[in-house]
């Protein structure tokens, strides 16, 4: 014969124990954190997908005169679009408020064709070095 398992004891609540020792998603306050999660999460992924793309579309003109005059930070080329930063905020006349993020908008295949006549050369010159300032201490 075979023997038989005893029963397990009720929880000190009154409810009995659940067998499998699993997340309960029947009972309201477990779907409630459920939910609650998602729904953070979402909110957390959303924010952080917002914060990283405020990029303000500039016209090629504007973005080639400032290139010209130097006042281009960071350029990050994708295909036929360039974003990137100004080294300081711009006013731009198309566009309302100062711009620090750009994004500009090239005719498809612009840069498959070799890019425009002054891309050689802002994308080949090299930074320029920088001396680190020393300080002597006596």
Excluded: H
């Excluded at 979402?42 to 003109?61: A, D």
Aim: avoid cysteine; hydrophobic fraction near 35%.
């Amino acid at each position: 014969m075979s023997e038989q398992r005893p029963e397990r004891p009720q929880r000190k609540n009154g409810r009995p124990t659940n067998g499998n020792g699993g997340i309960r998603f029947g009972s309201q306050r477990g779907l409630f954190g459920w939910v609650l999660f998602i729904a953070l999460a979402v909110l957390l992924f959303m924010l952080l997908n917002k914060t990283s793309n405020q990029y303000t579309q500039i016209p090629v003109s504007e973005f080639e005169s400032r290139l010209v005059e130097d006042k281009v930070r960071k350029v990050v080329v994708q295909g036929d679009e360039l974003t990137g930063e100004f080294r300081n905020a711009e006013t731009i006349p198309s566009v309302t408020g100062n711009v620090t993020k750009y994004r500009v908008v090239y005719p498809s295949g612009t840069f498959a064709n070799g890019g425009p006549s002054f891309a050689g050369s802002w994308i080949t010159r090299p930074a320029p070095l920088s001396r680190p300032r020393t300080t002597r201490i006596f």
